[in-house]
């Protein structure tokens, strides 16, 4: 796989994998399994009864399911009519799921009894997509797919896994059309669709294909959702396109997924930090057969180099951190498979992408020895076309073709970004500026301590101060006081946290800690 990669290769994927290999494994979850042949027959069919539900061109299909291949089936038909895809994460209450099928103006909705979704989202999706059905659907004949058009703008999933006779429709290729709209979860305000044509996708797969030598030889294990653009990119189009097959995983669990390992024998798997630390919790006694792969991936949030190291110890399995956004169409820095790889840091530049720090005019921007912290920056064909709806937040966000990360950086001595802190997280306490992650860092070396998350909390007199909250691991006797001790031993008197011990700490869909959670409960007081 190189950077040349087409948007041609995303487009008629399907056909090429069916085309060269027939019978070949391809696509499997815990209920399916299909080859090269099955997958381009499952697709076609999905484009004909969404050619009859009118799409084409331009338009937007949204998917509401669950892990499973008939989503990955939806991705490719809709791609194959001209139309982009957005992907809403099932857990979405009814009003959230509103404002995505709104904002989106998508044309119809993938759900419905088949998938493990709300009445009440069904319902809303009939009301809000109704006016978008036509009264009578293109191609439409007496006795085809019954009850299919009685499912007006929501159709359940087992249309798709038997929708009837295929239309072998040759497949749209466009490398400036919009192919998928990833909604950013919303922590700042009412989430985004953030606008990925098929240049971009197909350029991030050839950088993550080329960074993480992924071969045909390579069996991706799905774990992250599908809603999310790590699952699309990484977990399944990548190794797709590179000839590879995909096992798409069912909801994590701790308890089975070695079990899942030892069973499909993937080569790779793409996690978050909260599934390697929770992980890394299992009694002494277990003891899987992980030789089958070859490396795992980490993302989505920094993970501590403790946590790291105490995973590749007990499991025999080298962590490759990267970092990115989904404006970036996933990933931009990336530890070396075959070199050094840094625990701390989230790796150099992949090759294709500019990573700069503070601004292009900056005198030492791009300069890999410049030690000096400030906002990450991104150029590269990954970058997202923009807000879909909003000219001016693109406008504030991607200038003169970088995009503001909003994240704060430096590169250390040998080139490899290490990610400060958010911007928005950073705690000024009678004005000095905190940096929860150096906390974080400092709890995560303590040994009984599984998970922390760092907040500034109001303060009358200093404005904010940071505050410490932690979960222990299974068996651990420290207690608050203990952990303020480790970080007093280790941080300036100004940074000393307050330390709340918790069960567990809140999670946003996509695994990551959701802080505005744990600051809109120290803002109630």
């Given at each position: 796989?190189?950077?040349?990669?087409?948007?041609?290769?995303?487009?008629?994927?399907?056909?090429?994998?069916?085309?060269?290999?027939?019978?070949?494994?391809?696509?499997?979850?815990?209920?399916?399994?299909?080859?090269?042949?099955?997958?381009?027959?499952?697709?076609?069919?999905?484009?004909?009864?969404?050619?009859?539900?009118?799409?084409?061109?331009?338009?937007?299909?949204?998917?509401?399911?669950?892990?499973?291949?008939?989503?990955?089936?939806?991705?490719?038909?809709?791609?194959?009519?001209?139309?982009?895809?957005?992907?809403?994460?099932?857990?979405?209450?009814?009003?959230?799921?509103?404002?995505?099928?709104?904002?989106?103006?998508?044309?119809?909705?993938?759900?419905?009894?088949?998938?493990?979704?709300?009445?009440?989202?069904?319902?809303?999706?009939?009301?809000?997509?109704?006016?978008?059905?036509?009264?009578?659907?293109?191609?439409?004949?007496?006795?085809?797919?019954?009850?299919?058009?009685?499912?007006?703008?929501?159709?359940?999933?087992?249309?798709?896994?038997?929708?009837?006779?295929?239309?072998?429709?040759?497949?749209?290729?466009?490398?400036?059309?919009?192919?998928?709209?990833?909604?950013?979860?919303?922590?700042?305000?009412?989430?985004?669709?953030?606008?990925?044509?098929?240049?971009?996708?197909?350029?991030?797969?050839?950088?993550?294909?080329?960074?993480?030598?992924?071969?045909?030889?390579?069996?991706?294990?799905?774990?992250?959702?599908?809603?999310?653009?790590?699952?699309?990119?990484?977990?399944?189009?990548?190794?797709?396109?590179?000839?590879?097959?995909?096992?798409?995983?069912?909801?994590?669990?701790?308890?089975?997924?070695?079990?899942?390992?030892?069973?499909?024998?993937?080569?790779?798997?793409?996690?978050?930090?909260?599934?390697?630390?929770?992980?890394?919790?299992?009694?002494?006694?277990?003891?899987?057969?992980t030789s089958s792969l070859r490396l795992a991936i980490c993302g989505a949030a920094p993970m501590p180099a403790e946590l790291i190291g105490r995973f590749e110890a007990r499991f025999g399995v080298p962590i490759v951190e990267g970092y990115g956004l989904s404006e970036g169409s996933c990933a931009s820095?990336?530890?070396?498979?075959?070199?050094?790889?840094?625990?701390?840091?989230?790796?150099?530049?992949?090759?294709?992408?500019?990573?700069?720090?503070?601004?292009?005019?900056?005198?030492?921007?791009?300069?890999?020895?410049?030690?000096?912290?400030?906002?990450?920056?991104?150029?590269?064909?990954?970058?997202?076309?923009?807000?879909?709806?909003?000219?001016?937040?693109?406008?504030?966000?991607?200038?003169?073709?970088?995009?503001?990360?909003?994240?704060?950086?430096?590169?250390?001595?040998?080139?490899?970004?290490?990610?400060?802190?958010?911007?928005?997280?950073?705690?000024?306490?009678?004005?000095?500026?905190?940096?929860?992650?150096?906390?974080?860092?400092?709890?995560?070396?303590?040994?009984?301590?599984?998970?922390?998350?760092?907040?500034?909390?109001?303060?009358?007199?200093?404005?904010?101060?940071?505050?410490?909250?932690?979960?222990?691991?299974?068996?651990?006797?420290?207690?608050?006081?203990?952990?303020?001790?480790?970080?007093?031993?280790?941080?300036?008197?100004?940074?000393?946290?307050?330390?709340?011990?918790?069960?567990?700490?809140?999670?946003?869909?996509?695994?990551?800690?959701?802080?505005?959670?744990?600051?809109?409960?120290?803002?109630?007081?």
């Amino acid at each position: 796989m190189s950077s040349t990669t087409t948007s041609a290769s995303l487009s008629d994927l399907v056909d090429r994998r069916a085309g060269g290999a027939a019978d070949g494994p391809c696509l499997a979850d815990s209920d399916t399994q299909l080859t090269n042949a099955d997958l381009l027959e499952r697709v076609l069919g999905a484009v004909r009864l969404f050619a009859d539900l009118g799409v084409g061109r331009g338009d937007v299909v949204a998917v509401m399911l669950p892990n499973r291949v008939e989503l990955l089936v939806t991705l490719f038909a809709a791609w194959r009519l001209g139309a982009a895809v957005t992907p809403i994460n099932p857990a979405l209450t009814p009003a959230e799921a509103r404002h995505q099928l709104t904002d989106s103006g998508a044309k119809f909705l993938v759900n419905g009894n088949g998938a493990s979704v709300s009445d009440g989202v069904v319902s809303v999706a009939a009301d809000v997509l109704a006016k978008e059905t036509p009264d009578e659907l293109p191609g439409d004949r007496p006795g085809d797919r019954a009850g299919t058009r009685d499912a007006g703008p929501v159709v359940d999933p087992l249309h798709i896994v038997d929708p009837g006779p295929v239309v072998d429709t040759l497949p749209v290729v466009d490398p400036g059309a919009l192919a998928l709209l990833i909604y950013t979860s919303g922590t700042t305000g009412q989430p985004k669709g953030v606008m990925l044509d098929h240049g971009n996708v197909a350029a991030m797969c050839a950088m993550a294909a080329d960074a993480l030598r992924i071969t045909a030889a390579d069996h991706s294990l799905l774990v992250l959702p599908l809603f999310h653009v790590n699952g699309i990119v990484v977990g399944s189009l990548t190794p797709l396109l590179a000839g590879g097959r995909v096992t798409i995983g069912e909801r994590f669990d701790p308890s089975t997924f070695f079990g899942v390992v030892e069973r499909v024998r993937p080569t790779y798997f793409s996690a978050v930090p909260t599934i390697y630390a929770m992980l890394t919790t299992l009694p002494d006694d277990v003891v899987p057969d992980t030789s089958s792969l070859r490396l795992a991936i980490c993302g989505a949030a920094p993970m501590p180099a403790e946590l790291i190291g105490r995973f590749e110890a007990r499991f025999g399995v080298p962590i490759v951190e990267g970092y990115g956004l989904s404006e970036g169409s996933c990933a931009s820095t990336v530890n070396p498979v075959d070199g050094r790889r840094k625990p701390g840091t989230v790796g150099l530049p992949m090759p294709g992408q500019q990573v700069v720090i503070d601004s292009p005019a900056s005198p030492n921007s791009g300069s890999p020895y410049s030690s000096t912290a400030g906002e990450v920056l991104i150029k590269g064909p990954n970058v997202m076309r923009g807000y879909l709806g909003r000219p001016e937040e693109t406008a504030t966000t991607i200038v003169d073709g970088w995009l503001h990360t909003g994240d704060v950086g430096r590169f250390d001595e040998d080139g490899y970004l290490v990610l400060v802190d958010r911007i928005k997280d950073m705690i000024i306490r009678g004005g000095e500026n905190i940096y929860p992650k150096e906390i974080e860092n400092v709890l995560y070396g303590h040994p009984d301590v599984l998970e922390a998350a760092v907040v500034g909390a109001p303060n009358e007199t200093y404005g904010e101060v940071p505050v410490a909250f932690v979960t222990l691991r299974p068996g651990a006797t420290v207690g608050a006081d203990g952990l303020r001790d480790h970080c007093r031993e280790r941080l300036s008197k100004y940074k000393l946290p307050a330390v709340e011990l918790l069960a567990s700490l809140p999670k946003n869909a996509v695994g990551k800690i959701d802080k505005p959670t744990l600051r809109a409960g120290l803002a109630a007081g």
